[in-house]
């Protein structure tokens, strides 16, 4: 092993969810048969740079998630960031299994800078593709500079994220969206909805750039795998290479011993038909030899083909980890024995198994899956590695191949295993997706939006179903809850879900608010757009500020100007910091104004200042307080801000006094 092989070691699946240096994750979709909260918990922090407490108290969404529905929930108080969204209706799809990813990205500083990310996986969303299983990942990363170039190699990623998200958006028009655009009561827009319509309108514009390229990214809605391999292959080249490999986590059930499985031979046949392998190519099988299905009875038939079973090996990076294989890819090449080259490499690497519903279906709700992958000719790869030759460039530390072993005399060492398995329904929409919640002191309502929903009860900690009111909506006891348990009833079933509650400033299943003095409020103001520390915010179950912030001294016998002072620097400095809030960040300053200056509510230095009877705030609406895009209630942003400020001087008890500067 050359010293770069030693080195060589790809990132994981949940790294790629990383953000660039000096850009935050925004929003991003993805798709996928499992999934398991702490992936996605590990990957939700890498792509806003948050911990898990920062997320639970902003409430936002940065991820939406589309399961297979037969998968358990998810919920934003597991993962905060991340919402798991139900089925809508009846799916059209056997299993949902494609997993892709769409990632966008914005500049910490320049709203103008973007950045989206293309990730297509074979493993699921979870622990054990990082941990247990061999599985593989594509990606391709687009800049807003990037658009301002004309050559082919970007378009042709343009061409990839388009096919992508053409994909996700005919998907999530059959999962129920209405917690991501779900908005504060008496505000116009939220920060999730924001966030992810900027994110599309990137896309939009990628369109444009990449609409003359055939995308490498490929699904299997409007035909098979199988029917497009070979001029996908074509598009590659069109001349006949002399080998072939294929792997496959899961492989047709146990067949006839007597014949190869079909799907195998059938990729393998219509190859030569298109004259894109040669008459007696080399053909190897890559198995997990503990479960390898019809792979396994079938292997005499495979020998007397000529063609080799092996056992797929984890690189060498992986060091001694026991991995099994889950990954679908089909590789060929041309060996040369001149040449380290991979001559002529073509790949596909993806979700679909070597199986019907897998590849050789088209997607239909009964005999084919939703599977997604890419299809493509990788450069420079060789077959062996070689002094002065990048470790990435060596076809056996990107693929789990190797020829030093197969089956050929030990043929009972294959084991069929068990089929994949099945899965009912467990996860659909419920007639609400999100409910309000309304404080009066120890207790609440939960209500509903604007929506008119079915019938359906509210379950208390008990289990228990809530008492209703039909104008109120349903009474609980205690704190604000980040989500509740609905029943309701469906085609002739009992169905349960969790539904994330939303809070007076639109948060989604967030943790509770400490109470605030003046001094914190615009502490956490200035650090916008970060959130606070963790040791500033509250485990979930308390209402007290935990820096102690309340103790404020002898309220009694505080200096009348010091409060006077206090309140004129806050308000100096909110002005000064919004003056230089990008646009982009508008819509979630406003919120974090309104949070941060409600939480204050109970600060002795505003109710030192109360004494004066004049409005603190009513500076800020005029023209030089605000930024030049916020000015008025003419533009979006300005009206955004107003409801803010008076929902502060609602919760204040200012609103009716004077206005500083006002004759008396």
Known sequence: MSKSDSTFSPPSLSHHFEAPDDFVG????????????????????????????QRAYEGRIALALMLHPGHSQITPKEVPGVLHLPINGVQPFKLLHAKVAVLGFRHVTDERQWRLRLLVSTGNWTRETLQDSLDLAWCADLSHEDLKESGNVISQVCADVTAAWSMLDWLRGHFDTRAL??????????????????????IRKVKKVGKRFVPRFVDNRDASFLA????????????????????????????????????????????????????????????????????????????????????????????AALRSLHAKFIFIASYRENSNLCNGAWLYLGSGNLTGPGFSNRMTLQGGNLEAGVMFAPESLKWFPAKNEPARDVVTNVLPIQWDQDFDEIPDALVAGGDMPESDSRYSAAPVAYLYWVD???????????????????L??????????HVKGFSWFGKRPREVRVRWRDEDQNRQAWVAVVDEFGRIAATTLPR???????????????????????PD??????????????????????PVRQMMQLVENIAAK???????????????LEQCLIQAAESPVLDEFLKLELNPLSPLWHAPFRPAFALSSETNEGRRFEESLKMVEAAWNVAALNNIGDPA
Not at 26 to 53: I, N
Not at 186 to 200: G, I, R
Not at 578 to 592: E, G, K, P, S, Y
């Open 26 to 53: 925004w929003f991003g979709w993805l798709c996928g048969y499992s999934a398991d909260a702490g992936f996605l918990d590990d990957a939700v922090e890498r792509f806003v740079r948050k911990t898990h407490a």
């Open 181 to 202: 655009i779900v908005t504060p009561r008496n505000q116009s827009e939220s920060v999730s909805h924001v966030a992810s319509q900027q994110v599309e309108t990137w």
């Open 228 to 319: 497009k391999l070979p001029d996908l292959v074509r598009q590659h080249g069109a001349s006949a290479r002399n080998y072939i490999a294929m792997g496959s986590g899961f492989y047709e059930k146990v067949a006839d011993r007597d014949s190869i499985p079909s799907v195998l031979k059938t990729i393998v046949d219509s190859l030569k038909d298109a004259n894109l392998l040669t008459n007696q190519p080399v053909i190897d099988v890559f198995v997990n030899p503990k479960a390898c299905q019809a792979v396994a009875n079938s292997a005499p038939a495979i020998d007397e083909a000529g063609w080799r079973v092996r056992e797929a090996r984890s690189p060498a990076y992986f060091k």
């Open 440 to 458: 009066e002191g120890h207790g609440g309502w939960l209500q509903v939006g604007d929506e008119s929903p079915g019938s359906f009860d509210v």
């Open 460 to 469: 208390d900690g008990n289990g228990e179903a809530c008492f209703r009111d």
């Open 516 to 538: 605030l003095d003046i001094e914190e409020a615009w502490g956490q103001l200035a650090i916008f757009p970060m959130p606070p520390d963790d040791e500033e915010l509250l």
């Open 541 to 562: 179950g308390d209402d007290e500020s935990p820096m102690g912030a309340n103790e404020q001294g002898d309220a009694g016998t505080t200096n009348t100007n010091y």
């Open 578 to 592: 919004q003056l230089v809030v990008n646009r982009a960040d508008w819509v979630a300053w406003c919120t974090r």
